[in-house]
């Protein structure tokens, strides 16, 4: 049984809670206990950054303050929250001039969801778990921007091109395509404010991974899935197509690879219905 | 008009010290090799180019950059800042201007839908320590003035079909979730003095 500190942040009680209860269940499997960080805040998303950096780096390290009291390393799903809290850590122990007021001893690490659990260790007992690979899905594995995204700040060792989630699928019997798109921006939350941005990014990365051969897109970052699910229908509306192309977050395939009971209840969340696609390939 | 042809540029370099001063990027690093504005996913959405938005910095055109519309068609996605071969954050330069164009009060949440999230996030975050969705969108809609446009456009209703569709997966949650420690919060934002301007706008 290993342990670690979890920050669930916002989206997660809300409009991604298919994520949420897929990690919950894929980490219950894997016998990895996630404690709840106590009394958490946001992040301050890209609001903060946007409006007042010391407020942005100051709730973000309220967060990691905590976790230092309670001596716990951190894994973080949603990959904004994951990099305002490393760029809040990086500023906090390099605050020489007390601009923040918040003292870190730096006695913590923050991990990434996607990057903790496609560490050599885990990915050796996810194949001596695999009740049921993939065979037959093709994928395209989309990581967007957070994750990696400045890596003096994340630590991400291959920025350009990551392959831990390519990797990861392939160990689940997937086929993973590659496609030059990994890392592009879908436009975040645009979403919200300037729609025609998010299609136009959005689309793009559906012509290509559909020039692929892919049957769906997997991401570790809930605002990706969001703006690739939720609008799908639109925006092939607008470019006078269909697309139907699911879009998995990396643990709901974890979690049908590794034999999850009923793997429905996440993904009935979605917008874009995966079990056709699931059926097709007889893994549902 | 023949007159702005022939009128030398004015040029001040204090601006590039002072952007230093305020953020510890150095703008005069910049050789032009746009890098930034080549990766950079929106630029065709901007009014500036990532790579002219440093060069404004350098020249000292504060009034251009602070009204761009490039500012806030960023997304922060830190592909600039990634592959800047001179290490300037350039994403980090954005953070910085929309920050200064708050503070100062050239931003208006009427107009500018983004800037409008943006305060009805944070003021979200003041309120109760997390983000809660449903409530976010509404008053995003309310304060921004979308709710109009997106009337008149008749978007609205697909963003209500979306709603719904959303709410009946239950992904929108109907009760929001806060910290237990709502003071320290409101005490980590309140603090600083540029915040102070959240209020009054309401009347423009």
Redesign the interface.
């Known amino acids: 049984m290993h342990e670690i500190g979890y920050y669930p942040g916002c989206t997660l009680q809300g409009t991604a809670r298919d994520y949420r209860q897929s990690i919950h269940d894929v980490c219950d499997l894997l016998e990895i206990k996630l404690r709840e960080l106590p009394d958490w805040n946001c992040c301050g998303a890209t609001a903060a950054h946007s409006l007042d950096e010391r407020i942005a780096v100051r709730l973000a390290g309220r967060n990691l303050v905590i976790a230092e009291r309670e001596g716990l390393d951190i894994v973080v799903p949603c990959a904004l929250c994951f990099n305002r809290l490393k760029v809040a850590q990086k500023r906090l122990l390099n605050d020489t001039d007390r601009r923040y007021g918040m003292p870190l001893e730096g006695t913590i690490q923050v991990f990434d969801l996607l990057d903790y659990l496609s560490r050599p260790n885990i990915r050796q007992e996810v194949r001596d778990r695999l009740v049921r690979p993939l065979q037959g899905l093709r994928a395209v594995c989309y990581y967007g921007c957070m994750v990696n995204r400045p890596p003096k700040m994340t630590d991400a060792p291959t920025w350009e091109n990551p392959t831990n989630m390519d990797e990861l699928l392939a160990d689940l019997g997937a086929e993973v395509l590659d496609w030059p798109f990994k890392t592009d921006c879908c436009g975040a939350s645009h979403a919200v404010t300037h729609p025609d941005l998010v299609f136009e990014l959005v689309r793009k990365l559906y012509d290509r991974a559909v020039a692929q051969g892919a049957h769906c897109i997997v991401a570790s970052c809930q605002m990706c899935q969001a703006n690739l699910d939720l609008y799908q229908e639109r925006i092939g509306r607008l470019a006078g197509t269909s697309y139907e192309l699911p879009i998995f977050y990396f643990t709901e395939l974890m979690g049908i690879a590794l034999g999850c009971r009923r793997p429905d209840r996440w993904l009935r969340r979605h917008m874009v219905d995966p079990l056709p696609l699931l059926r097709s390939v007889g893994l549902a | 008009m023949e007159q702005t042809a022939a009128a030398p540029l004015e040029v001040y370099f204090d601006l590039a010290e002072k952007v230093r001063d305020a953020?510890g990027i150095t703008v005069t690093a910049c050789y032009q090799c746009r890098k930034c504005t080549n990766g950079c996913?929106?630029t065709?959405?901007m009014d500036y180019y990532p790579d002219q938005i440093v060069r404004l910095l350098l020249l000292g055109r504060e009034e251009e950059v602070l009204h761009s519309a490039t500012i806030w068609?960023c997304?922060?996605?830190?592909?600039c800042?990634?592959r800047c071969p001179n290490d300037i954050?350039i994403?980090g330069l954005m953070?910085?201007l929309?920050?200064e164009a708050?503070r100062r009060g050239i931003v208006r949440p009427k107009g500018n839908?983004?800037y409008?999230?943006?305060?009805v996030?944070?003021d979200d975050?003041a309120r109760r320590?997390?983000?809660?969705?449903?409530g976010l969108?509404n008053r995003?809609l309310l304060k921004?003035g979308?709710w109009k446009a997106k009337l008149e456009t008749g978007?609205l209703w697909?963003d209500l079909r979306?709603g719904w569709?959303?709410f009946s997966?239950?992904?929108?949650?109907l009760f929001p979730?806060g910290?237990?420690?709502k003071q320290?919060?409101r005490s980590?934002?309140e603090e600083?003095p540029?915040?102070a301007e959240t209020e009054g706008d309401e009347n423009t």
Do not use: Q, W
Not at chain 2, 75 to 79: A, D, G, L, V, Y
Not at chain 2, 116 to 119: G, L, N, Q, T
Not at chain 2, 129 to 134: A, D, I, M, Q, T
Not at chain 2, 169 to 173: A, E, G, N, T, V
């Open positions: 953020t996913p929106l065709f959405a068609v997304s922060s996605c830190e592909t800042t990634t954050d994403a953070d910085h929309k920050s708050h839908p983004t409008a999230f943006h305060k996030f944070l975050i320590g997390r983000v809660f969705e449903s969108l995003y921004s979308e978007t697909g979306l569709a959303l997966r239950r992904r929108l949650p979730h910290v237990m420690n320290e919060i980590l934002i600083e540029g915040a």
